[in-house]
């Protein structure tokens, strides 16, 4: 196959649509877009591109083997890039079936459509199939929690802490089990913290943003003190890109930014900021508000990227001071999403 023909999952959430729109405005595969359109898919996000030839979207789920079977007999995909995913932990928390369905048996229908649809039996591609690839996204979480020093490489044991990121341990152990088993083509990314334009509402930084602009407190779980390694959305986006078209099969790499920050640092940056951007009588940090903490919440996440840098040369061009700019004049130019 000349032109790729790629699967992209979830690709109207928040890092799929920014992967989307990388891939069509940097190269000539052809994208097809499947999303349920939860409450994290958002069409709006993909307006940017949504009159590309290359460019189609289909609505539905990935828990639908039908479906999936059906789109890779008619389309043919050589490409999966695997976004779609129940990802918020606090939802996890008090309602886990959907996190258990979407990122557990979702994948498997996804693997086990591509496996079909590539290969005649374990090692064995079918004609034109040689170069496929399946690209499952994954995370940081799924190492469970760190303490004040050391660093998260693929080497790091699993021990994922809630169910989220148990859900995701599960899909990147099956996903590995049909590369050991049936020879299929997959590479398995691991990300920290995402940032940028179109997160949805409810993660930490348009949340800050949100409730700062409102004039609302801004919630800080526990004391603040929990750290995160922060990735510029677009970033992760070149290093999926690398690990898909140059990562070594059946391999998992680390994407990471390298920006440790605590929340509260996170928070307080925020308020700095619009204090500048969008000014108002009194400083936005005088709305922060120290709230009762998650259970069972992982004090740090912090990721060693050098396997990625050093096998395919990825690198971050954004720090979180500059990347965390771009995202706050974003939104403030897009107040509708908050």
Do not use: M, P, W
């Given at each position: 196959m000349k032109n790729n023909k790629v699967l992209i999952t979830g690709g109207a959430g928040f890092i799929g649509s920014n992967y989307v729109q990388y891939v069509l405005e940097n190269f000539g595969d052809a994208?097809?877009?499947?999303?349920?359109?939860?409450?994290?898919?958002?069409?709006?996000?993909?307006?940017?591109?949504?009159?590309?030839?290359?460019?189609?979207?289909?609505?539905?789920?990935?828990?639908?083997?039908?479906?999936?079977?059906?789109?890779?007999?008619?389309?043919?995909?050589?490409?999966?890039?695997?976004?779609?995913?129940?990802?918020?932990?606090?939802?996890?928390?008090t309602g886990p079936s959907e996190f258990i369905q979407t990122n557990i048996v979702g994948t498997f229908n996804l693997l086990q459509a591509a496996y079909k649809t590539w290969m005649n039996v374990p090692n064995d591609f079918k004609n034109g199939f040689e170069s496929a690839r399946f690209l499952h996204v994954s995370t940081d979480e799924v190492y469970g929690t760190l303490g004040e020093t050391g660093l998260f490489t693929e080497e790091t044991p699993y021990a994922p802490n809630s169910p989220y990121s148990a859900s995701k341990a599960s899909s990147d152990f099956i996903v590995r089990s049909y590369f050991h088993t049936y020879g299929l083509p997959v590479v398995t990314t691991n990300c920290s913290n995402n940032y940028g334009p179109h997160q949805h509402k409810e993660k930490l930084i348009p949340t800050i943003i949100r409730k700062a602009v409102a004039g609302e407190p801004i919630p800080i779980y526990g004391d603040g003190t929990n750290v995160r390694d922060w990735l510029y959305v677009r970033d992760h986006c070149t290093g999926i890109k690398l690990a898909i078209d140059k990562g070594r099969l059946g391999e998992t790499y680390n994407i990471g930014g390298r920006n440790e920050r605590q929340n509260l640092y996170i928070a307080h940056t925020i308020c700095e900021l619009l204090d500048e951007f969008k000014p108002k009588d009194s400083p936005y940090a005088n709305q922060i508000a120290f709230v009762t903490d998650r259970p069972g919440h992982d004090f740090r996440y912090a990721i060693d990227a050098s396997k990625i840098e050093d096998e395919l040369g990825w690198k971050a061009d954004e720090n979180f001071e500059s990347g965390i700019k771009k995202t706050i004049a974003w939104y403030l130019d897009h107040m509708q999403r908050l």
């Open positions: 994208v097809y877009v499947l999303d349920k359109l939860t409450y994290a898919g958002d069409l709006r996000n993909l307006e940017a591109i949504s009159n590309a030839d290359n460019y189609h979207f289909i609505q539905g789920d990935i828990c639908d083997s039908e479906l999936v079977d059906q789109l890779f007999q008619t389309h043919q995909f050589n490409r999966v890039v695997h976004f779609a995913a129940e990802s918020h932990v606090d939802n996890s928390i």
